[in-house]
């Protein structure tokens, strides 16, 4: 049998898991734990078709409409948040519901209302579509919020007054790109006011940081994640744009297009914020079938944040 060829495999660190996508799985399990099945889950609970698996084997149930949860049943909603008119038709119609929303999303909520009491017009920066911009921007009326995604958008803004103008973003964008928005938003309107600090989460910061400390060192770089998976999509970008000739996003080790690593010396490997470790090592256990493999972990940051679940769940039946 030939020897395998040498690949050095860098583990960015850290990756994978953030404390509210932790928090949000807890939540389901801790619900379906006390409730019993079914527990209704409206939209995936986080971005992951594994995790979403793992969780309807043990009993979740995942809508993407309200009115297809029974009353009698608890519903959950998901770590990206919710539209107000959700939360309201579940407290209408008198259901258990339990928002798994991240406390760094419903930090961005709550500023863009204490917002607009201000009487501020509000600018969000984020992708057009993403289940965390159609929470964000359902906590206001219609009209309320205007969504931009590029440098190009700012030119059409038309605010009725630049002088009462505030600008949030999604929590899981790329840190650079937002940047170059946010300057482009300061150029036009020197007034705009921002975040105290920037709504970008720790856990995208950080996930992005590590990538760029290992691109100098690869070849090509996996991210492991789902395709609705904002924050892993950007640390393609990331990879791509540090200089990665091959950066990739693949869900699991079986989606992996092994002719793209032949002759490669050296690989990155990253995980979004969902996707949880033992994928990781699903994919590392591939490249060892493959390559004579070395491991490096490159640590940027130790992360020890933690959320809470809610008390109603963590209380006994
Ligand atoms: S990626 Fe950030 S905002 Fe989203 S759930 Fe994780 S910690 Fe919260």
């Given at each position: 049998m030939a020897a395998k060829p040498p690949l050095t495999?860098?583990?960015?660190?850290?990756?994978?898991?953030?404390?509210?996508?932790?928090?949000?799985?807890?939540?389901?399990?801790?619900?379906?734990?006390?409730?019993?099945?079914?527990?209704?889950?409206?939209?995936?609970?986080?971005?992951?078709?594994?995790?979403?698996?793992?969780?309807?084997?043990?009993?979740?149930?995942?809508?993407?409409?309200?009115?297809?949860?029974?009353?009698?049943?608890?519903?959950?909603?998901?770590?990206?948040?919710?539209?107000?008119?959700?939360?309201?038709?579940?407290?209408?119609?008198?259901?258990?519901?339990?928002?798994?929303?991240?406390?760094?999303?419903?930090?961005?909520?709550?500023?863009?209302?204490?917002?607009?009491?201000?009487?501020?017009?509000?600018?969000?920066?984020?992708?057009?579509?993403?289940?965390?911009?159609?929470?964000?921007?359902?906590?206001?009326?219609?009209?309320?919020?205007?969504?931009?995604?590029?440098?190009?958008?700012?030119?059409?803004?038309?605010?009725?007054?630049?002088?009462?103008?505030?600008?949030?973003?999604?929590?899981?964008?790329?840190v650079d790109d937002t940047a170059e928005v946010i300057a482009a938003l300061k150029a036009r309107f020197p007034a705009i006011l921002g975040p105290g600090k920037e709504d970008i989460c720790y856990a995208t910061t950080n996930r992005q940081a590590s990538v760029k400390a290992i691109a100098p060192k690869i070849d090509a770089l996996v991210v492991i994640g789902a395709e609705n998976s904002s924050n892993s999509k950007r640390l393609v970008e990331v990879g791509a744009k540090a200089g990665c000739d091959y950066a990739v996003l693949v869900p699991r080790a079986a989606d992996i297009d092994w002719a793209k690593f032949d002759g490669v010396a050296s690989v990155g490997i990253t995980a979004g914020a969902s996707a949880p470790e033992v994928l990781v090592t699903e994919v590392v256990d591939a490249f060892r079938a493959r390559f004579d493999v070395t491991v490096e972990t490159v640590e940027t940051v130790v992360e020890n944040v933690e959320f809470k679940a809610p008390r109603i769940l963590r209380e006994p039946a």
């Open positions: 495999l860098y583990l960015a660190a850290p990756r994978g898991f953030c404390a509210g996508v932790d928090r949000a799985i807890k939540m389901v399990e801790m619900a379906l734990e006390k409730f019993g099945a079914p527990v209704y889950v409206r939209h995936e609970i986080v971005h992951n078709r594994f995790v979403v698996d793992g969780l309807r084997d043990k009993g979740a149930v995942f809508v993407e409409d309200l009115d297809d949860c029974p009353d009698d049943r608890p519903v959950i909603f998901s770590a990206h948040g919710s539209p107000k008119s959700v939360i309201e038709a579940a407290r209408t119609r008198d259901m258990f519901a339990v928002d798994a929303v991240c406390p760094l999303v419903t930090k961005v909520h709550m500023e863009i209302i204490r917002l607009h009491r201000q009487g501020f017009e509000i600018v969000l920066i984020g992708h057009k579509g993403h289940v965390e911009v159609l929470g964000t921007m359902g906590q206001l009326p219609p009209g309320a919020v205007s969504l931009i995604e590029t440098v190009e958008d700012v030119a059409g803004l038309a605010p009725a007054d630049p002088g009462k103008l505030a600008y949030v973003t999604q929590t899981t964008l790329s």
